[in-house]
C-alpha cells in the first residue's frame, strides 16, 4: 500500500449505524485519517459539495433506499465529486461489468467491490488499485497541471525522458520485450506523468515531436542492449497522424538501419481509433509497415466498439488485452469468459497476447491458464528507467522462481 494513503479522502456510505462504525474504524487502524461517513447517497452528495478538498474513493452500497448506488455513481461522474468507486457487500460480476463502462463514460473508476467481510486486507487492495488506475504512487503527481507554456518549454529543453515496463513471457518468465512510457522530469516540479501533458501536446499538434524524440532513445537503448548480448523488442505508441504518413515505415527503417537494430525489434501499437482519421492512408501505412518488417500490435483490446472488424483489416501478429479484463480476471467469471475468447480468437489467428495489468499472482496464473503468451503489469515490474532493467531482470528471475514454486 502507498505511503501517501492517509493523506487520501474516503467516504462511506453505509445505512446500517453500527456497519457504518465498524467500516469507519478499519479505515483508521491502516492509517486512513481523512474520512467522511453518511447513511444515504443523498447524504452523501450534499457532505461532499460541502466539502473543502476532493473525495479520492466513496465505498457504497448499491442495494438502498432511496437514492440507490448506480443513481449515486451517476451523480458522482456527472457533477466530479469523486474520482474512484468502490462496491460493499456486492458479488455480481455481470452488472459489475456493466457499472465499470458506465463509470469509464462519466470519468470515475469502480475500484472493485468488498464482496462480504470488510477487512484490512480487502481495503489494502481496493487502495492498491486506486493508485495503479491513477498513476498515483508518488506525490509529485497531486501538483497543480503544468501549464502550455512549460510543456512546450519542457519539449524545447529535452526535459521528458524513457521509461520501460517490461514484459515477459508467461509460460517461462522469461524477460524479452518492454513498453516505452514516457516521462517528464521538470526542474522544480520533480516527476510528471504523461496524462498530465499528453492531451496537451495532441491539441496542440505536436505530439509527434515527443515521439521521434523517443524513438530514438529507443533505438539508442535497443543497441546498448544488443552490444551486451540481450535483444529484446520494445512497443512504442505512435499518433493518429503518424498514422497518416504515407512514408512512416521509410522513417523508421532508416532509424533501425542508422542504429544497426532489427526491424523486429519495434512493436508499433496502434488502437482502431487511430484508423478513423484517414482509412485509407493508414491501412497503407500500416501494410507497408508490416511488409517492412515491423511488427504491429492492436492496443487496448476489448474497449472499443467495432475492434472485431479493425482486427480483419489490420496484419497485427501481437493483441494487447486491456487490463480491464485482465486485473482480477479470476474472481470475475464473466471477464475470464470473455478473456478466454479473446485469447483463444487470438490463437485461431495466429497472433500472440498480451495481458496487461497483472497485479497479482492470481492475475498470472489464470492467463497462464488460459494460454496468454505475455504478461505486463506491477505483478512483474513497475516502469523504471532503463539503466535498472538488467538488475531487475536478476530480481525478476529469482522472484519469478519463487511464484512458480509457492504454487506447487
Known sequence: MSHCSSELIIMVVEENDVKQATI???LKAIGLHHILSVSSGQDCIDMIKNYPLPVNIVFSHLDMDGMDGIELLRHLGEQQLAESFALIEFNDFAILRTLEDMAEQLGLSILGCVEQTFTQ????????????????SDPEEYGDMPTQAEIIEGLANNQFITWYQPKVQIDTGE?????ALSRWVHPERGMIYPTQYIPVLEELGIVDKLTWSQIHVIAENLRHWLSLGKKISVSINISPSMLNDRLLANKLTEVTNRYNISQDQMVLEITESMLMENLANS???IARMRLQGFTLSMDDFGTGYSNLHQLERMPCSELKLDKSLVTGAHENPVRCVILESNIGMAKKLGMKTVGEGVETVEDWFILKQLGCSIGQGYLIAKPMPANELLAWSEEWSLRYTKIINDQK
Open 121 to 136: 486486507e480487502n481495503i489494502e487492495m481496493i487502495l492498491d488499485r486506486y493508485y495503479v488506475h491513477h498513476n498515483k
Open 283 to 285: 491501412l497503407e501505412t
Open 175 to 179: 524477460w524479452f520485450a518492454a513498453e
Open 24 to 26: 469507519v474504524n478499519i
